[in-house]
């Protein structure tokens, strides 16, 4: 883990369905670039929140 990492829950939409990931990243942005990284550009995300 990298310093300064919080917990992301990001609800993402694939082929009709939707389907919430948790990722470590620093911030929203980040967590979304981690996201597609993981998951490829197809899926759309819908929403990032902090988990506390």
Do not use: L, P, W, Y
Not at 12 to 28: F, H, L, M, P, S
Not at 38 to 49: A, L, N, Q, Y
Request: a positive charge.
């Amino acid at each position: 883990m990298r310093c300064g990492t919080k917990r992301f829950e990001i609800t993402v939409e694939k082929n009709g369905r939707t389907a919430v990931q948790e990722i470590c990243a620093r911030d929203q942005i980040d967590a979304r670039k981690i996201c597609r990284r993981m998951f490829g550009h197809d899926e759309k995300i819908t929403s990032v929140r902090q988990k506390k």
